[in-house]
């Protein structure tokens, strides 16, 4: 029995002639015109396909391979998508989103989606802080070794916590005055670890990478390369291209 079709994304007409791509369970991914928008799939083999890092990694392998070959631009559909029949959708999706789609394809026209991780290390940070505010470095010697009141220790402790959110703070303001300027569209995401304190991810016209690149450079020499700033230049532009 049919496990169906796993649908990538969706691209313009016309499409480019030629696509030698492998998708999910090694099946080939092909294309299937539905009016005016060409949709890359393959067979699907599975009923459901869990979020697993192999899946997830195979599904934007697809997309950006499909960019590479000259897919562009191209709407990401999200992971797991599978359907039965063609009709599915264009009874769900083409028709009553058919506009949508072509504002997005206007919109993604020439440009690319980048995307700027922060990551720093709060030990470090905070002993730079302490050499830099000798009354901070003061109150918090007083930690150490001697009785302080509750009242006291919660007051260090919180004026250290808002000195190091004001140093996080800096470091994110200076990406967004350098980078933000260049940008189309800017979304911010959600942290994704501890030590992360900036996700971002930027709609930038295509012909500007290479001085948005600089721009990160420029930054990490800034901050004496004491971030772990993980950049990366070319990704399917799922931020950008929300239906909703």
Known sequence: MSNGLYLYGIVPVPEPLDLTLQGLDQQPVQMQRVDNFV????????????????????????????MEAGFEPILPLQ????????????????DSKSDRLVQLFDKLSGRREVSI??????????????SEDEKLRCDRDALKGKT?????????????ERALKIRQQQIIQAFQEKLNSIA?????????????????????????????????????????????????????????????
């Open 39 to 66: 949709f890359l799939y393959s067979a699907a083999q599975q009923t459901r396909y869990l979020a697993s890092r192999r899946n997830l990694l195979g599904h934007e392998r697809v997309l950006e391979q499909a």
């Open 148 to 160: 302080l009141s509750m009242d006291e220790t919660i007051r260090i402790g919180q004026a250290i």
């Open 79 to 94: 992971f797991g998508l599978t359907i039965d029949t063609w009709d599915t959708v264009r009874e769900q999706l083409l």
């Open 117 to 130: 991780k922060l990551f720093w290390e709060p030990q470090a940070e905070l002993e730079m802080l302490l």
């Open 184 to 244: 189309v569209e800017v979304v911010e995401n959600d942290l994704l670890s501890e030590t992360m304190i900036y996700n971002c991810a930027y709609l930038i016209p295509g012909e500007a990478e290479p001085q948005f690149s600089e721009m990160v450079e420029q930054l990490d020499e800034q901050f004496d390369r004491r971030l772990r700033i993980r950049y990366n230049n070319f990704t399917a532009p799922f931020n950008f291209a929300q239906l909703n």
